[in-house]
């Protein structure tokens, strides 16, 4: 049973570009939904992260958009450059008692110059 | 300060064989979790580990293990390989463990399994 399903699996922007990346859960007892940035040889990198008293939390050209009726939350990537280029996960999970994060599958990004 | 380290980085072992992964977390955190990454499965929790305890493991069998000790060091024992485990193993720590605190990711160690 997957928890978080992820779409799409892949996704070519140009440079300038918004990517949006777009992440369903089942288990409402999620609390903490991040987004992890991996590189090639890399392990994952915390991007942005939002709980569910907010709909909306921006860093940067990075936006989480949240919506807890619909269960559902999305991340944007405004002008998008080609050093974005890498493999995002949304990941969540539940506050109090463990550390574990349950991800989606995965989109590679591929931002074209 | 250091990220967290994770030797070996790469690994080649064959069917039947055992292999111990090493995870030295970023100083001062004391959760460490292990997570199985393959193309086929994404990631997925293995176990994690808070005071030497293990609090929580995933769906996977006996064969895979830990532990942790007492300055916050964690292993993985994965015994009778078999060739799907063939995997990236990605260690995380934390600071404290159970208020969901920011987990960071080392570079994993690559496992094959011939």
């Known amino acids: 049973q997957q928890q978080v399903k992820q779409s799409p699996q892949s996704l070519i922007v140009q440079k300038g570009g918004i990517s949006i990346i777009n992440c369903a859960y089942e288990?409402?007892?999620?609390?903490?939904f991040p987004w992890y940035q991996q590189f090639p040889g890399k392990g994952p990198a915390l991007l942005i992260a939002?709980?569910?008293?907010?709909s909306e939390k921006k860093e940067g050209r990075f936006t989480i958009s949240f919506n807890k009726s619909a269960k559902q939350f999305s991340l944007h990537i405004m002008d998008s450059q080609p050093g974005d280029s890498a493999t995002y996960f949304c990941a969540a999970a539940t506050q109090g008692g463990s550390e574990k994060l349950v991800f989606g599958k995965g989109t590679k990004l591929t931002v074209n110059p | 300060k250091a990220g967290v380290t994770q030797t070996p980085r790469y690994l080649i072992k064959t069917r039947g064989q055992q292999v111990t992964l090493s995870c030295s977390p970023i100083?001062?955190?004391?959760?460490v979790s292990w997570y199985q990454q393959t193309p086929g499965q994404g990631l997925q929790f293995l176990f994690e580990?808070?005071?030497?305890?293990?609090?929580n493991k995933g769906n996977f069998p006996g064969r895979f293990s830990g532990r942790q000790f007492s300055n916050s060091r964690s292993e993985m024992n994965v015994s009778t390989l078999e060739l799907g485990d063939s995997a990236l193993y990605l260690c995380a720590s934390s600071l404290v463990w159970g208020g969901t605190d920011t987990q960071y990711f080392g570079p994993g160690t690559r496992l094959t399994v011939l």
């Open positions: 939002i709980r569910p008293d907010v």
């Open positions: 100083s001062g955190h004391r959760s």
């Open positions: 580990y808070f005071s030497e305890t293990q609090r």
């Open positions: 288990n409402t007892a999620f609390d903490y």
